[in-house]
């Protein structure tokens, strides 16, 4: 079962707008991690924040994670045509760390 | 990602059929892994693999088998494929232990069984 849950199932801007997607989850983690997926291809990871940290900045990217709500956030901004794709968010806890993923956030960006 | 390569790409088989699906990776990374990706379901795990000698069942083994014959190949078999195993494959490598376990995946393997 998903541990971490994405929100919007799907989310549709205009290029230039900024796109923010969330993930929820339910027990306490190691990390999150965002990866992206372009239309039936292999997911890439963009990013990973740790439980200590509260926010964590890549480029246009910019994650933020609040463990007392059990919540992070996926902002992209500026976006463009190319950020088109799925978002999945990835917790890991206990020791293996293996990350399990959500049911993603589908994003189209509108040139 | 060109260092974690599956084949085939795509495969249409009937029920009933055995099929193999082949992951390699030039990664040089220990832990091998494969999921399965089904529309409004996002990744489930499948069987992953810590090293040669250590094969671990995931959210979802049955119905499925894996080998890891090397490092670098880890291997998928359905032994009598039916339709609800219609899905996208996927084999993902990270590197050796510790934390965090940041995944590169493989282009994927669409499966139909007809």
């Known amino acids: 079962s998903q541990q971490g849950e994405e929100d919007p199932q799907a989310l549709s801007i205009q290029e230039g707008e900024n796109a923010t997607m969330n993930c929820s989850y339910k027990t306490s983690i190691n990390n999150l991690q965002w990866y992206r997926q372009n239309s039936g291809r292999g997911l890439v990871h963009l990013i990973l924040?740790?439980?200590?940290?509260r926010e964590k900045h890549s480029g246009r990217l910019r994650v933020t994670l609040d463990t007392s709500k059990k919540s992070s956030s996926l902002l992209i901004t500026a976006s463009r045509a190319a950020d088109t794709a799925s978002y999945f968010c990835?917790?890991?806890?206990?020791?293996?760390?293996?990350?399990?993923f959500g049911r993603g956030t589908s994003l189209i960006v509108h040139p | 990602d060109a260092d974690v390569t599956q084949t085939p790409r795509n495969r249409i088989t009937k029920t009933g059929k055995r099929i193999m699906l082949e992951c390699s990776q030039t990664k040089g990374h220990d832990r091998m892994y494969w999921y399965r990706q089904d529309p409004g379901l996002g990744l489930r795990l499948i069987y992953y693999s810590f090293d040669v000698k250590d094969i671990n069942k995931g959210e979802i083994s049955d119905g499925y088998s894996v080998s890891r014959q090397a490092q670098a190949k880890f291997s998928l078999s359905l032994e009598s494929a039916i339709p609800n195993q219609t899905a996208l494959y996927f084999c993902?490598?990270?590197?050796?232990?510790?934390?965090?376990?940041?995944?590169?995946f493989g282009p994927g393997t669409r499966l139909t069984v007809l």
């Open positions: 993902a490598t990270s590197a050796n232990g510790g934390s965090p376990d940041t995944q590169y």
């Open positions: 924040i740790r439980s200590n940290e």
């Open positions: 990835a917790t890991d806890a206990g020791g293996s760390y293996i990350p399990t």
